[in-house]
């Protein structure tokens, strides 16, 4: 082999070692393609030279440290209680039970031994045990199974708890009823327009006469109930402002959507709304407006968190609020104030974005728990069947006698000939329990990071409001609108434009946002104990008003 060839294999090893990093590179290569031993080759093999205040085996102790300390915090904290409302083990043919896509009775009423199977394999948990649940169409369960996952981060979902939601007879469960009915007849009104239509008027008249609705006004129909949600517009900022996207050939997205026409209501036989029970493929189909539309009514919202992905809306929320600046960081960052470092890996960009998604399945594992391990609570329409077979005269049931007598059931009868709640989507509910709903929890997690990172009495710059038709934006000059605030509203947006849809009671909600909040704060709480900055923890203001620094 000649001089020059025996150099050039040299040269080339030494590129290809440094290439892999180093000396420990070069034992991965030597190992790999079959070179002599590092010690022929007399190459030392001492460790790489690195800096910082710890050596590698005081980090790997640390790094063993902060996982263990965050495992015992957490299973150090009192055992929940997970009270039921006693529904189940009160009504033997379980009306107020979630049952969809097992076989029924004429009446919508479940079959005993497949509620049972139901039952038995939530009980083991044997994966075998739910494959052995009977099917009265085509349609699936939705990943029962999820309920018995852990999560390694923040508290297990097993270690959450919500109250037990309001009973099949009360009065409670009358007026979410009745709101969702009413939000069904009012589908297609402009949210502008609440103050001057004769059905919103009648709407607020009515529900007032339920003593959860007692304090409802034209003003607050169907919205939250947090800090900034009765401000302003019905739809948050976030909803309507166009969205920075990265390097796109379109500098902003615009937030104009494919809606459904006007009147395009769903499960109003009840030969469908049978069929669909027992989960057999509906026959009709949601018919698009061929021009896409700004978000301006119920019908408009339904359907955007119908084909939204589990946190676009945070996710567009998190970008729009970037694009702001510094002045919409929250002051707690450690990183605001520094004359010599920015945030990026922590407290920036990439943390923020990280934490929405992160936080997402979290939320979720823990909303599974409670819908299929404890509460497994009755979907609207499937009440609404019994409704109609109670007004009917084809079953007694012991439904609130003010639903029975709200305006909105005879209404929907000069409508439709029946009491079945209206549905914006062909195929109803989800086939998994309603309490608490998942898009609320994932609202209530995503707002709430949302809310720790960004300066909640920020100012939305240059607002604005859709025009009726929902094809146009026009600026908005009211009451300032806060990123508090419109955060709030857009969890609100997001969670009870699923009741508008008819597929969701207002308690899930208000309740699922809160079981999300509490796992994006178990969360946060197990990664402050991880920055190097220094740093006095998130604060935010959480849904019912209070502040907490965590």
Same mark, same amino acid.
Do not use: C, F
């Given at each position: 082999m000649s001089e020059k060839h025996v150099m050039s294999r040299k040269t080339n090893r030494r590129k290809f070692l440094g290439r892999v990093g180093g000396v420990s590179g070069a034992a991965v290569a030597a190992n790999i393609i079959g070179w002599p031993s590092l010690s022929l080759l007399g190459i030392a093999t001492a460790e790489a030279a690195e800096i910082g205040p710890v050596t590698a085996e005081q980090r790997a102790d640390q790094a063993y440290n902060v996982r263990v300390a965050a495992a015992l915090d957490q299973r150090q904290q009192p055992l929940p209680s997970h009270p039921t409302n006693g529904d189940e083990e009160l009504y033997a043919n379980k009306i107020a039970n979630y049952s969809k896509a097992l076989p029924h009775s004429s009446l919508g009423e479940v079959n005993l031994p497949s509620y049972n199977a139901l039952i038995s394999a939530l009980t083991t948990g044997n994966p075998t045990d739910f494959e052995l649940i009977p099917k009265g169409g085509t349609a699936k369960q939705a990943n029962p199974q999820a309920a018995f996952t852990f999560e390694l981060e923040g508290a297990d979902s097993h270690h959450l708890s919500?109250?037990?939601?309001?009973?099949?007879? /009360?009065?409670? =469960? #009358? %007026?979410?009823?009745? $709101?969702?009915?009413? =939000?069904?007849?009012? &589908?297609d009104i402009p949210f502008s327009q609440y103050g001057l239509n004769p059905l919103t008027t009648q709407a607020v008249t009515d529900l007032a006469r339920f003593s959860n609705y007692a304090e409802v006004t034209i003003g607050t129909l169907f919205r939250g109930s947090s800090p900034g949600d009765d401000i302003g517009p019905y739809i948050s900022q976030f909803l309507w402002k166009d969205i920075p996207y990265g390097s796109t050939a379109l500098t902003m997205f615009t937030q104009r959507y494919k809606v459904p026409l006007l009147n395009n209501d769903h499960m109003t036989a009840y030969s469908e709304w049978f069929n669909v029970q027992n989960g057999i493929p509906p026959s009709t189909a949601i018919t698009f407006d061929p021009v896409p539309h700004y978000i301006r009514n119920n019908r408009d919202l339904g359907e955007w968190v119908h084909t939204d992905f589990t946190y676009q809306g945070f996710l567009n929320a998190a970008l729009i609020l970037l694009s702001y600046g510094g002045a919409a960081v929250d002051s707690g960052n450690p990183n605001r104030t520094s004359q010599t470092q920015g945030s990026f890996i922590t407290f920036g960009g990439p943390h923020i974005l990280d934490w929405v998604g992160r936080v997402t399945n979290a939320s979720l594992k823990a909303s599974w728990y409670q819908k299929w391990l404890v509460h497994r609570r009755v979907r609207p329409e499937a009440f609404a069947g019994n409704v109609h077979n109670h007004k009917v005269g084809a079953a007694s049931y012991p439904i609130h006698q003010k639903l029975l007598n709200s305006q909105a059931l005879s209404l929907l009868f000069l409508k439709n000939g029946n009491y079945l709640l209206p549905m914006a989507y062909p195929e109803g509910s989800p086939t998994h329990p309603s309490y608490p709903a998942g898009h609320a929890a994932i609202a209530g997690a995503c707002a709430t990071v949302l809310k720790a990172f960004f300066n909640e009495s920020f100012v939305i710059p240059e607002p604005v409001a859709a025009t009726d038709d929902g094809l146009l934006l026009l600026p908005y000059s009211g009451?300032?609108?806060? *990123? %508090? #605030?419109?955060?709030?509203?857009?969890?609100?947006?997001?969670?009870? #434009? &699923?009741?508008?849809? %008819? *597929?969701?009671? &207002? /308690?899930? +909600?208000? $309740? +699922?946002l809160k079981l999300g909040e509490a796992v994006a704060i178990s969360i946060m709480r197990d990664f402050r104990r991880t920055y190097n900055e220094n740093f006095n923890g998130f604060s935010l203001t959480k849904f019912d008003g209070t502040t907490i620094t965590i």
């Open positions: 919500i109250p037990a939601p309001p009973t099949y007879n /009360s009065e409670a =469960q #009358g %007026g979410e009823m009745a $709101e969702d009915y009413w =939000q069904a007849l009012t &589908r009451a300032p609108l806060t *990123v %508090g #605030g419109e955060l709030n509203k857009l969890a609100s947006n997001i969670s009870l #434009g &699923r009741d508008a849809a %008819g *597929v969701h009671w &207002r /308690s899930d +909600g208000i $309740e +699922g």
